[in-house]
């Protein structure tokens, strides 16, 4: 027995010299009496002897960042952002803007003018205080309930608009849902329907960027808490963390996704738990107060310019039904709903905020809101007008050149429309 | 909710004044309600919604081993498939899952596995492809690889497909051609409540894994008689819901209702008699019944609301000349959806349309 260990033991003696010879490191100290540190390649932590699972009640939770307090009082003097009177009050505006086109659009979906259509409201402060932290340079992924953003980096309302009634002056020329948006003049990535697919995308934009030399630009992925399930969403993380990428990946949790509540969507710390684990630098923030918002994707921003991939969970609540196809009274109670929209209103506290400093009153108030309404009522009305596009845009854009496959069948319709016109609502678009 | 309604009150006066010449569309087909009951006995009015529920229920009920999740599905699902199910089958059978399609997947053949019967919903259809792997390399090669050890056949995973007039790229595909192509997956679309509460059954006592796709425009279109107990239609059958002897249209899921309206055309307009055959089951799909009926008629048009190029009608068509090459009197015929994604304000240009089969078949006359 002796002797067959000692003889083992010499083999190995010999196998470590062989390791040494090929490591490129040198071999770590290690510390006797309770305190070895391991050293294998997919672990370098301290070896214990007394067994211990960690669970979610191991950790503190990850505490949610605030500037501002209810009354729109910073809580904390050094943590009030240095943003100059302009860009306060065109982060106001686009919040009043934005609440007031969700409420116009919601309705004329609910009178059948458009086909589907989605709200911002609880999540203008996520938005808003985003936006107003980038670089109009920052490439944005967003999954839709991101609408501030986009009015923020000066998509306009007539473009929105334009998108969701899918006429010719759409820049998506017709082919997508409602609210569906975006810019490639503002840096906006068209959304697709699909959840969290923009998520691994967005880490591969930003790799690119990292790649270009003096590279001054970030990427901003958003997304919901209940998208963060995807299997993209893992992938994202990971990529992002191990490739080092600047890209901010920012979580919006509103509490539901659809009908479905946080509790049966994931368990653990919240979306930000799974930050450190991945190796990203996370943050979580309070979603309704526009301002932490704001610091946090600005020293994100700094941060991610590093190469060093961010996480932020920004936390509210989603105050209107998920969509237009969605009646959320079926799941969750009247009360829960109120409770935020009153006291944890996000445009309420910035516009406290800035009735503090003196830049805005009720006067402003009327008179700013009548004209974001007017413009809206008034955007629709044209838009309505506007016929949808020459059906032949049905068939392009598919590849860069149309296959002939494609033209074949391009020809068939044209055919089969000179003599079957009528069964089509052909007036509804452009002519040749 | 109170402060919302009001604002929305208000909102409505606001509106008055905007032109109002962009209604929705409305939809591209009439319903043909089945009038033949399936079986003997008393009957029910449901619409297939409510005839989907029925079958779940009834599963629940009779098979103590069923569950039921998927997205949403706790509070009765979006399209309301799963209504008032937790409530009777308790949290632990009707659940929601975190919003994971791979995961509803791979959970599902888990439980089939392990002997359980699993009904996993799939939001819409066109978000099913998170979950390809684990259906197309998992489910359908379960039992192949383990030498018949091990099989999922207790999965029947539940999507709605199809178009709705407003769905745009990503709330109208059709995806049945691409599981038809993963030898050991059967694939089901219904018309309507007694092909759905029939053919759900059928795929839920199926010894293999199932792809059962909703055409969700049907869920609320039309109800019918719907036998109340429990019945199951073969799958792998076709049904021939009207006879002719010009040429044979097939079909499934709503462009059977299409193509039923296009023989009444035909009839009306050119004379012609023609049968239509809804397919049902996409994998297998019956052979018998489609090739008599085109050794019969002599000339055949399919029609799919998925893209032409390597639709599902592609291999019908390819069979049939194979087969039938010697009664054919023409070359079969393909109308189906443009090879383009499915866009949203196009949708009525881009289906097989009426005046598109009628053409068609027009042309398949004339050959
Ligand atoms: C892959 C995929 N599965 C399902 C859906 C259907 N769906 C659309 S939105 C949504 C909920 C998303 O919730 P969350 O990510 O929390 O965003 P929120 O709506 O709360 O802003 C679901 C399930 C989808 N669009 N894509
Ligand atoms: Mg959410």
């Not at chain 1, 992924?141 to 986009?150: K, T």
């Not at chain 1, 959840?195 to 690119?208: D, I, K, N, R, S």
């Not at chain 2, 799963?82 to 929601?96: A, I, P």
Request: overall charge negative.
């Amino acid at each position: 027995m002796a002797l067959k260990t000692g003889a083992s033991f010499l083999r190995l003696n010999r196998l470590n010299q062989v390791f040494r010879l090929l490591s490129t490191s040198s071999r770590p100290e290690i510390i006797q009496n309770g305190g070895n540190n391991a050293d294998f390649p997919g672990a370098k932590a301290p070896y214990v002897t007394e067994m211990k699972f960690v669970d979610e009640n191991s950790y503190d939770p990850i505490p949610i960042y605030r500037v501002l307090d209810n009354d729109g009082q910073v809580i904390d003097n050094r943590e009030e952002p240095a943003i100059d009177k302009e860009t306060l009050l065109n982060m106001y505006k686009t919040m009043v803007q934005l609440n007031q086109m969700d409420k116009i659009m919601y309705e004329s979906q609910r009178q059948g003018r458009i086909s589907f259509f989605m709200t911002n409201y609880g999540e203008e402060g996520i938005q808003v205080g985003s936006a107003a932290a980038l670089s109009p340079k920052d490439l944005i992924f967003a999954q839709y309930r991101e609408v501030g953003v986009l009015l923020y980096r000066g998509m306009t309302v007539t473009e929105l608009i334009n998108q969701c009634y899918g006429n010719h002056e759409d820049p998506g020329k017709g082919r997508h849902m409602p609210v569906h948006y975006g810019s490639k003049q503002r840096n906006i990535v068209t959304l697709s329907s699909p959840l969290a697919t923009q998520m691994p995308q967005a880490v591969g934009a930003a790799y690119a960027y990292k790649r270009l030399p003096n590279n001054d630009r970030c990427v901003i992925c958003y997304f919901g808490e209940g998208a963060a399930s995807e299997g993209d969403a893992h992938a994202a993380f990971n990529f992002a963390a191990t490739l080092e990428c600047p890209v901010i990946m920012f979580c919006r949790n509103n509490g539901y996704a659809i009908s479905t509540p946080t509790n049966e969507q994931y368990r653990g710390d919240g979306i930000a738990g799974r930050g450190p684990a991945m190796g990203l630098h996370t943050v979580r923030v309070d979603g309704t107060d526009a301002l932490a918002v704001y610091r946090a994707v600005q020293r994100a921003r700094a941060i991610a310019l590093d190469n060093k991939p961010v996480l932020i969970e920004a936390m509210s609540y989603r105050v209107g039904h998920h969509s237009t196809s969605d009646d959320s009274t079926a799941y969750r109670p009247l009360e829960e709903i109120q409770k935020w929209t009153q006291a944890e209103n996000p445009i309420q506290k910035l516009r406290l905020y800035l009735e503090n400093k003196g830049l805005w009153d009720a006067e402003a108030e009327k008179t700013y809101v009548k004209e974001a309404r007017d413009m809206v009522v008034r955007t629709m009305q044209d838009a309505e007008k506007k016929k949808k596009p020459h059906w032949k845009e049905m068939l392009e854009d598919v590849y860069y050149d149309m296959p002939p496959h494609l033209q074949k069948q391009m020809q068939q319709m044209e055919k089969h429309l000179e003599k079957y016109q009528e069964h089509y609502p052909m007036d509804q678009f452009q002519k040749e | 909710m109170t402060t919302l309604t009001k604002k929305v009150l208000n909102l409505s006066r606001l509106l008055k004044n905007v032109d109002n010449h962009t209604k929705r569309l409305s939809s591209h087909f009439n319903y043909y309600p089945d009038i033949e009951k399936s079986i003997e006995g008393e009957t029910s009015k449901m619409n297939m919604m409510q005839a989907i529920n029925n079958a779940m229920d009834i599963t629940l009920k009779n098979d103590p081993s069923a569950m039921l999740f998927g997205e949403d599905v706790g509070f009765g699902g979006v399209f309301r498939c799963s209504l008032g199910l937790q409530e009777k089958y308790g949290k632990d059978r009707v659940f929601n899952t975190p919003l994971c399609e791979q995961g509803i997947a791979g959970f599902g053949i888990g439980l089939a596995t392990a002997g359980a019967t699993a009904i996993a919903e799939i939001q819409f259809a066109d978000y099913i492809f998170p979950a390809f792997d684990q259906l197309v390399n998992e489910a359908a090669k379960y039992r192949y690889r383990s030498g018949g050890q091990f099989d999922c056949g207790g999965l029947t995973v539940r999507a709605p497909c199809g178009a709705v007039g407003h769905g745009g790229l990503y709330h109208s595909q059709s995806p049945e051609a691409y599981f038809a192509h993963a030898a050991g997956l059967k694939v089901v679309v219904p018309r309507g409540p007694n092909a759905a509460k029939g053919l759900l059954l059928a795929c839920l006592q199926e010894r293999d894994p199932c792809i059962f796709l909703e055409p969700k425009i049907l869920y609320r279109s039309a109800a019918e008689d719907v036998p109340v107990d429990s019945f199951t239609l073969p799958i792998g059958k076709a049904q021939v819901l009207k006879e002719g002897d010009a040429a044979t249209l097939i079909g499934w899921g709503t462009q059977v209702h299409v193509l039923l309206e296009v023989a009444q055309m035909a009839q009306e307009q050119l004379g012609a008699n023609c049968e239509v055959i809804d397919l049902m089951s996409i994998l297998p799909w019956d052979q018998d019944t489609v090739f008599n009926s085109v050794k019969k008629t002599g000339r055949c048009l399919i029609a799919h609301e998925a893209p032409l190029t390597c639709g599902f009608g592609a291999e019908l068509a390819a069979s049939i000349q194979e087969e039938c090459f010697l009664q054919l009197e023409a070359p079969v015929r393909r109308a189906a959806g443009w090879d383009a994604p499915f866009p949203h304000v196009f949708e009525p240009l881009y289906l097989p349309s009426r005046a598109r089969c009628l053409d068609d078949l027009t042309q398949l006359l004339r050959y």
